[in-house]
């Protein structure tokens, strides 16, 4: 720039300048509250003036040159324009910049899977909306040419191969990048749960549940005995399939069917059969307290059985709560030796409090399941009382004594051998003796009977005697006894 001074200073006009827009911080974006500021300048004579549009629209500037922008919303995004003047010479240029303001979408992305074409193919669903801009989103094991911006649909049609495998949708967003992961399932194994109600007509409705471990959801087809309940009457199934009605039931043809449930779902299908029984007990127990004036019945049903509810029954003596203020002498001594009702349950309950028991007398308990106005078999009969089995008391006195008994056991153990061992010690010494001198008893023996019988008279040999004169001496007449002392 040339100056020309003369009495003052004179300089031709003269710009403005190609101008300088700078962005303050640096980014190539801004998140949702953030703050920032712009600034503009150029060469020229005289200096031009600064004004600032955004998108097209003027925007104020309390600054020269600057434009400040607090917290920074996503409607701010956009082009801003410095425009600088000379005002001299009514010359004029113009420079621009692009300000992005961003903002993640809510939480998180969430995915799903559902079935299609009639349960033969699978609809993975990938959502994550809202934000400025859109996440972008894909299936990278499905798909990688698809994508979707804040939503993806992507549909497999032989989906067989992808029973337990783990599906991830990604979620990018310049602000953040998330997933969400899915894993589709075939149906599992299942139990059929059965359940009994009584209606306001008095009738049993039966409610057969088969809920199926599945993803996506299952959908189930009933039949009775072979046939589809969609052409039987009677019958009605829930809108989600798991649940099939029988209007009034008839208890006592209740294993005369099979009602079979199959769950299906596009990886597989899995059926179970269900036969119904009557009313029935499988398991009763009675617990009373320490005292005995308190019980508590517990039970289980079998899974199958159709049960609305129970009578608890007592058989002894009346208890504060029964209504027995009114009965004659011989009504209350012959419920002493029959059942009565004292309470009646629900039929989803598996349990019974009874209190006000005499702890001195005896009393039987039982519960009868029932269906509707159809009593099944009672439970065994639950004693409790004198006679009537371990109180509370004494099932704990036991407990304790066991251990006892395992204590004066072991001392029992410790004692004997050292008793012995003394006992062993505080004998007196023997010497061997010689068996011959122990045994050598001087005895007088019983002569024997050929001894003491005497000797029988020689035979007459006078007929055969030789002449006097060969004889030398006279015969003995006798044996002498003989005495015989033995040695042992």
Request: hydrophobic content about 35%.
């Amino acid at each position: 720039m040339i100056c020309i001074h003369l009495r003052q200073s004179y300089c031709p006009a003269y710009g403005p300048d190609q101008p300088t827009l700078d962005v303050s911080p640096t980014k190539s974006f801004f998140v949702l509250g953030e703050s920032l500021s712009l600034s503009c300048s150029a060469q020229g004579e005289p200096l031009p003036s600064v004004s600032w549009a955004f998108n097209g629209q003027a925007v104020p500037s309390t600054r020269p040159g600057t434009l400040q922008i607090t917290n920074a919303q996503t409607n701010q995004s956009g082009a801003y324009t410095c425009m600088l003047k000379n005002d001299k010479t009514g010359s004029q240029v113009n420079k621009s910049v692009t300000v992005n303001v961003y903002e993640s979408p809510a939480g998180s992305p969430v995915c799903s899977v559902h079935a299609a074409d009639g349960n033969s193919a699978l609809h993975y669903r990938c959502g994550w909306p809202g934000g400025t801009p859109e996440a972008q989103l894909t299936f990278p094991a499905l798909s990688t040419a698809s994508t979707g911006l804040g939503e993806l649909n992507l549909t497999v049609d032989d989906p067989l191969d992808l029973d337990g495998m783990e599906v991830s949708c990604l979620a990018h967003h310049p602000v953040h990048q998330k997933q969400c992961n899915i894993t589709a399932r075939k149906t599992a194994g299942f139990l059929p749960s059965v359940s009994a109600m009584v209606d306001a007509d008095g009738r049993v409705v039966v409610v057969i549940g088969c809920v199926a471990e599945a993803t996506p959801n299952a959908t189930v087809i009933w039949a009775r005995s072979g046939q589809d309940v969609a052409s039987l009457t009677g019958y009605e199934v829930s809108d989600d399939t798991t649940w099939l009605h029988i209007g009034n039931f008839n208890v006592s043809t209740a294993g005369l069917h099979t009602y079979t449930c199959t769950a299906v779902n596009p990886l597989g299908s899995h059926s179970r059969d269900t036969v119904l029984s009557g009313p029935a007990i499988s398991d009763a127990s009675l617990f009373p307290n320490e005292e005995g004036t308190v019980i508590t019945l517990t039970w289980e049903v079998p899974s199958t059985s159709i049960v609305t509810g129970f009578d608890v029954q007592v058989k002894g003596p009346d208890l504060p709560h029964s209504s027995t203020t009114n009965r004659t002498v011989s009504h209350s001594q012959r419920a002493k030796t029959e059942y009565r009702t004292i309470m009646v349950r629900p039929g989803d309950s598996r349990s019974a409090d009874i209190s006000g028991l005499d702890p001195k007398s005896r009393y039987n308990f039982r519960v009868v399941p029932k269906a509707g106005r159809r009593a099944g078999e009672p439970s065994e009969q639950l004693p409790t009382g004198p006679g009537g089995g371990l109180s509370g008391a004494a099932i704990a006195g036991i407990a304790a004594g066991i251990p006892c008994s395992l204590l004066v056991l072991l001392l029992l153990c410790l004692i004997f051998p050292c008793v012995f061992y003394h006992k062993k010690r505080s004998r007196k010494a023997r010497y061997p003796v010689s068996r011959a001198v122990e045994k050598a008893v001087t005895t007088m023996s019983t002569p024997h009977q050929l001894l003491t019988g005497g000797l029988k008279l020689p035979p007459d040999y006078s007929n055969h005697q030789p002449p006097a004169i060969e004889r030398s001496a006279p015969l003995p007449s006798a044996a002498p006894a003989v005495r015989m002392a033995t040695t042992v």
